[in-house]
């Protein structure tokens, strides 16, 4: 399974090493347990072990009051994720299951982002699981009500469909400022074409007709696949269609959707500006979160 792993990387051109400090910096553990191989270790006995230096896939699941959201999905889509660059995940969603059971017992966190990252813990060496508890951001209520800013960003994914631990470019990373910047940096192509968000999807409202990238273009979002059966069931209209950054005036209203937004309405892109009450949009929203309520309530 190594041989095929260290093959697909090293084609795609993703086998660059890290230093220490990035290392930390991209996983980001908090917590006072992370889970390595099923085992629970202290954060700062792992940290020191320099984890996967080499790229890895990941997955990021929310947990409200103990449960991970949408848990089937997330694996679902690490199991694809294995497949696309030729190599197989090989843990049940049970084991997973018991894992992050340990991790929540052992930290005493029932809220929070937990984050699952499959790779190689060296160059060379057997791959390894590890889950861990990472820093997280929820939107406060007054940006559900009023949107976020964002702005451009000249970068894409080397392999849209794979969410692969790397370093984002520091520029990106200085945009990315909750306080006094930007909630949201959208990603645009060597085309012109802006593809998703740097931790989202995207989709554009124009009239009655909402548009979104071709799945081919981006990583397929839990809640962006949530969204689109909302859009079915409501008979609204969808075009998956890929959208140049000159024509981002053109649409009406923009939000965003990932794991620890939902679905969080945009009120501008650099100097465009967006309806962030617009009755589509509103109406997504209260939908969406009826499914988190009931996910919730099932579990």
Not at 73 to 93: V, Y
């Amino acid at each position: 399974m190594d041989r095929f792993w260290n093959r697909h990387l090293c084609s795609a051109s993703l086998t660059c090493t890290f230093s220490p400090e990035t290392v930390f910096s991209m996983l980001a553990m908090t917590g006072s347990y992370c889970v390595l191989d099923g085992i629970a270790i202290p954060v700062e006995n792992v940290a020191k072990q320099l984890l996967f230096k080499s790229k890895s896939i990941y997955e990021v699941i929310r947990l409200i009051n103990a449960v991970p959201l949408f848990f089937e999905e997330h694996i679902q889509r690490m199991q694809r994720s294995c497949e696309i660059l030729g190599t197989l995940f090989p843990f049940s969603t049970f084991l997973i299951q018991d894992q992050i059971q340990l991790l929540i017992h052992r930290s005493r966190q029932k809220q929070g982002n937990i984050k699952l990252v499959y790779g190689q813990l060296k160059k060379g060496e057997t791959t390894s699981l590890l889950l861990t508890f990472i820093p997280h951001f929820y939107p406060s209520d007054d940006m559900y009500r009023n949107g976020v800013r964002t702005t451009l960003f000249r970068t894409e994914r080397v392999i849209p469909n794979v969410k692969l631990s790397k370093e984002k470019p520091k520029a990106l990373n200085r945009l990315i400022d909750v306080e006094g910047g930007y909630f949201e940096v959208l990603m645009v192509n060597s085309r012109g074409v802006i593809t998703e968000g740097s931790r989202s999807n995207l989709f554009f409202i124009k009239g009655d007709t909402l548009h979104t990238s071709p799945e081919s273009d981006v990583l397929p979002g839990i809640t962006r696949n949530k969204v689109i059966k909302i859009l079915k069931n409501n008979h609204f209209k969808l075009k998956q269609t890929r959208i140049h950054k000159n024509s981002l005036t053109d649409f009406d209203a923009l939000f965003l959707t990932g794991t620890s937004p939902g679905v969080l309405p945009v009120n501008s892109v650099d100097e465009a500006r967006f309806d962030v009450d617009h009755p589509i949009l509103r109406t997504v929203m209260t939908q969406y979160q009826e499914i988190v309520e009931r996910y919730l309530k099932n579990a």
